[in-house]
């Protein structure tokens, strides 16, 4: 735990849409990520179809929040990409 923040890493879960999250495995990004790192680090061409992403956590005002690529993400969120 403390070698978890003295690196300051953050822990993003993804979700496909009408499925479960899978809290297996999750994207592991730096403090201060956006909905935008997180795309990059899925797949680089995923910004090319973004239109919105869907965010549950910590980091939402309302479960789920509809947010843009510069939302700021906090540790444990669960993140939705909707593509046009």
């Given amino acids: ?40 680090a899925i797949h680089k061409t995923l910004l090319d179809g973004f239109k919105y992403a869907l965010v549950w956590g910590k980091s939402a005002k309302h479960s789920p929040q509809r947010v843009g690529l510069s939302h700021l993400l906090c540790n444990e969120d669960v993140i939705e990409i909707v593509r046009k």
């Fill in 1 to 40: 735990e403390s070698i978890w923040n003295y690196l300051n890493l953050l822990r993003v879960y993804t979700k496909r849409h009408g499925e479960f999250p899978d809290f297996s495995e999750g994207l592991i990004l730096r403090t201060g990520a956006t909905v935008e790192e997180a795309c990059k």
